[in-house]
């Protein structure tokens, strides 16, 4: 655990009581802070009272008698309108910050010299964070991953001269993080989402582009350059000299920067362009957007100072991150694969661009928009399965495009896939979760939504005498 610090013989207030609300309430009790906690759901309450938290309904807290109100990202600061203690917190003068700005000022009064590591963007940071993770422990550091991924940052252990922390960060972390200053600074892309909490994605843009803001000289912003908002950042810090820049590509040869062409990694970050190696081979980084989290996390790795040789190690035995394009069995020439974190049709379109003779299991709580995005991968599609209460909103959109089942349910989807798949001559095809859509309507999370077709592929496969 990190304890918070600043806060000896405070009192402070925590909004939200999730995973990260109950990390920092421990957090700011281990420094000495004097923690008033709340949350409107009784569960969360429960939870936190048999830890011994002092808990106290936000809506009579004495904004006097408080230093500081750490809101859960959940909860919203700005838009659709700020939460009502928000509002009074700003009244009173009391700041109103996260878990991750608590991390980043007991980094700097360690005075250990760890190195802070931070990646966000709509798409791909959680593999990209994951996958940095790997690459810092194969190349011989002490890894700390967390943050919006795994462990709240603050349940990380205690910094140490040799820690690197590599940490995922939401546009909500980085809105309540105001001194964040990492050492490397990742922003791999950025398309519309969340705009419900920032009102425009012009703003939501301008909050991740706060990720560079306090970085120095000597840090390092590693920036993805295939889309107009993210381009038009590296293009801002570059003329800003807020640090040292390395643009990603994938599908364009950079003057300087870190680029993927065809699946083959180069280097031009020197004289003269070099091959850093193929990627095309390695299963757990399959497809162009995984070709763009591999040249992020190169960059980071030359950014920290390891070997071309060593971060291509890492690469080729990455084990791949839980629900985001996981290969859970394959049998027959069947690829079964779980990207349960595909929670719209964006994240969706990674895996159908780079598979082809899919049976498609989708579905679930609709997210604005549906699946009409994706219509260019429809021919790469054999059957599509339904699921959730999305089934019949999909069904409508891929009518005489796509072939679709209703299945109702998961562990019924899985079954028809795979008896389809099987049934398939092709040399290769995929059973695919990727359904574009939240799993509350029959799920408590995209977690355990990918765990339960894990284990009905798993049991399938199992009985076939399949590998799993």
């Not at 309507?441 to 077709?453: C, I, L, N, T, W």
């Amino acid at each position: 655990m990190i304890a918070a610090t600043g806060f000896e013989r405070k009192n402070v207030a925590v909004l939200g009581l999730g995973k990260s609300g109950l990390a920092t309430a421990r957090s700011l009790e281990a420094g000495g802070a004097k923690v008033f906690a709340w949350d409107d759901a009784a569960e969360k309450r429960e939870e936190a009272a048999k830890e011994g938290f002092t808990l106290a309904d936000s809506r009579g807290w004495v904004w006097e008698h408080l230093s500081a109100l750490i809101l859960s990202p959940g909860i919203p600061l700005t838009h659709p309108k700020p939460h009502e203690a928000v509002l009074k917190a700003q009244a009173a003068g009391v700041e109103v910050i996260g878990d991750i700005e608590l991390f980043q000022r007991a980094l700097r009064a360690s005075g250990k010299k760890a190195r802070l590591v931070a990646i966000t963007g709509t798409n791909g940071k959680s593999t990209t964070t994951a996958l940095v993770g790997h690459m810092v422990r194969r190349c011989g550091d002490n890894a700390q991953v967390g943050g919006n991924i795994g462990k709240p940052v603050l349940e990380l252990e205690a910094p140490e001269a040799a820690t690197v922390y590599v940490v995922e960060v939401s546009s909500y972390q980085i809105d309540l993080a105001p001194s964040l200053a990492p050492n490397v600074a990742v922003l791999l892309n950025i398309t519309p989402d969340h705009i419900d909490r920032h009102g425009t994605v012009e703003h939501y843009a301008a909050v991740k582009a706060r990720l560079f803001a306090l970085q120095g000289e000597t840090d390092t912003a590693v920036i993805g350059i295939d889309d107009m908002r993210t381009s038009s950042i590296c293009t801002d810090v570059t003329a800003r000299r807020i640090a040292q820049v390395i643009p990603i590509s994938v599908g364009k040869a950079l003057s300087r920067g870190v680029y993927a062409l065809n699946g083959v990694l180069y280097e031009n970050l020197a004289a003269q362009g070099v091959k850093a190696g193929d990627l095309a081979g390695i299963k757990t980084l399959a497809g162009a957007h995984n070709w763009q989290n591999a040249a992020a996390a190169y960059a980071v790795g030359r950014a920290l100072g390891y070997h071309r040789e060593r971060i291509l190690a890492a690469f080729e035995s990455f084990p791949g991150l839980a629900h985001r394009m996981e290969i859970v069995g394959e049998a027959d020439g069947v690829r079964f694969v779980n990207d349960s974190k595909a929670t719209n049709a964006d994240a969706a379109s990674k895996a159908l661009a780079t598979y082809d003779n899919i049976y498609w299991i989708i579905g679930g709580k609709a997210k604005e928009g549906g699946i009409t995005s994706l219509e260019e991968w429809f021919p790469r599609i054999r059957r599509a399965y339904l699921i959730g209460d999305a089934a019949s909103e999909f069904a409508e959109t891929l009518k005489g495009k796509v072939e679709a089942i209703h299945c109702g349910t998961l562990d019924r989807a899985v079954e028809a896939a795979s008896r389809d798949a099987l049934a398939d001559l092709a040399e290769f095809k995929v059973v695919l979760l990727s359904p574009a859509c939240a799993s509350f309507d029959q799920f408590k999370s995209f977690e355990e939504r990918g765990d339960v077709f894990r284990a009905a592929v798993q049991e399938r496969l199992g009985a076939k005498g399949g590998v799993a």
